[in-house]
Each structure stands twice: as structure tokens, then as C-alpha cells.
């Protein structure tokens, strides 16, 4: 069974940092993974999509990359705003869609 | 496309009482999954459907759990009878074929007292 593990599990950094939130996963027989954001109370907005023969993915500020055979993905975010604070998860689909845990964020003003 | 579509918003019951969780996918979707969302244990699959049929419900906790889709536009989640422990939010959630991202619902929070 597919197993998900984010590091790290909180962080704050000050506004304008730029950050790495890391995903990695057991299964490497993956058709792609997929990041997503949720604030709180609130549903999961995607953000990237990468497909398994994808190197990384880019939208605006955000860059994520996925190395398969490592079973690893990183979330890049360059520099962060006090609108990024939310929760981020990492899901990666074997057919059905496992989540991590999710990195909760806070960038403070 | 107004996106996949879940009702109710929130839902408050007794113990004991049934709950039935709707869910409308995106038109042209394919499949379609449940989810349970809690603090302590995160996003949960409970079932997922491909072409209405149910493929894998080996994350539904109990027998009390059930879930149906008649139709590739609609699908329910019932929980017969209630307890307070099925108490978290529930997502939906559609994509077109394999390899193509999700999209969820907005959630139904449910609380049972």
C-alpha cells in the first residue's frame, strides 16, 4: 500500500523567504502526483500536477519536481507572502490518490 | 463548469440517525472517490467509483458505511446508524481517466452528538 510522509509537518518562516516543502512516497509505480493547498475549513484547491514522466511543473511562484524512481517530490515556493499560510498536501496517484499529512505553512508579515 | 458539487454544506445529527452525503461530479468525469478528512488521521479514502462501478472499498470503516452511484452524474455516502466517532468532513472527488489531476468538492461537515 502506497505510504505518504511530508516533512516538515509545520513551518513559519518571515515574508519573502523562499521555502521547500518536501513529499516523498513508497510506490514509485506512479501515473503522476498531484499538490494540493487547503485553508483552513475549507476544501482542497489544486495547485500542480505532475505527471510521472515529468520532471517539475511551474505556476507562477510555485515549482515542483518529482523524482520517481527516489519517490520524492518538492514544492518550491519562492518568495512567500502571508497569503501562502494554508496547509499543503502531497498526493500521489497509483490509480487511487494517497495524501500525506500535509505541511502546514505560516509566513508571517 | 460549476465544479463537483456536495450537499449538504454541514450536517449536524443524533446518534443512531442515518446521514446521506450527496455528490454531483464534473460532466464527462469518469470516477469518483470519497474521502474522510479528520485531525488525527488526515485524508482517508474510504471508496472509488470508474464508470459507476464501485472498484475499491477497502477504506469504508465499518458496515454502516455504504455508498452508491446509479448514475455517472450523481453519488451517495450513507452512514446507518450514526456515531459520534464518524464525526469529520467528507470530500468528493472526480477526475477524467488515470492520469489526469482531481477535483474536489467542497466538503460536508459532518457532526454527530
Known amino acids: 500500500k502506497q505510504e505518504v510522509t511530508q516533512i516538515p509537518a509545520a513551518l513559519s518562516v518571515p515574508e519573502g523567504e523562499n521555502l521547500v516543502l518536501n513529499c516523498s512516497f513508497t510506490d514509485s509505480a506512479i501515473y503522476n502526483l498531484q499538490w494540493f493547498r487547503q485553508d483552513p475549513g475549507k476544501g482542497l484547491t489544486s495547485l500542480l500536477l505532475i505527471q510521472s514522466s515529468q520532471r517539475e511543473q511551474t505556476s507562477g511562484r510555485l515549482n515542483a519536481s518529482l523524482d520517481k524512481s527516489s519517490g520524492r517530490s518538492t514544492l518550491y515556493i519562492a518568495a512567500s507572502q502571508p497569503g501562502d499560510s494554508a496547509t499543503y498536501l502531497c498526493?500521489?496517484?497509483?490509480?487511487?490518490?494517497?495524501f500525506g499529512a500535509g505541511t502546514r505553512l505560516t509566513v508571517k508579515p | 463548469d460549476a465544479g463537483v458539487i456536495q450537499s449538504p454544506r454541514h450536517e449536524v445529527t443524533e446518534m443512531g440517525q442515518e446521514v446521506t452525503l450527496r455528490c454531483k461530479p464534473i460532466s464527462g468525469h469518469n470516477s469518483l472517490f470519497w474521502y474522510r478528512q479528520t485531525m488525527m488521521r488526515g485524508l482517508e479514502l474510504l471508496i472509488y467509483f470508474n464508470n459507476n462501478v464501485p472498484i475499491d472499498d477497502s477504506g469504508m470503516p465499518e458496515d454502516r458505511f455504504s455508498a452508491k452511484m446509479p448514475n455517472a452524474s450523481f453519488s451517495t455516502l450513507k452512514i446507518q446508524p450514526s456515531e459520534p466517532r464518524d464525526s469529520a468532513v467528507y470530500f468528493c472527488?472526480?477526475?477524467?481517466?488515470?492520469?489526469?489531476?482531481?477535483?474536489f468538492g467542497s466538503g460536508t461537515r459532518l457532526t454527530v452528538v
Open positions: 498526493a500521489v496517484n497509483n490509480n487511487d490518490m494517497r
Open positions: 472527488a472526480s477526475r477524467q481517466g488515470e492520469r489526469n489531476g482531481y477535483t
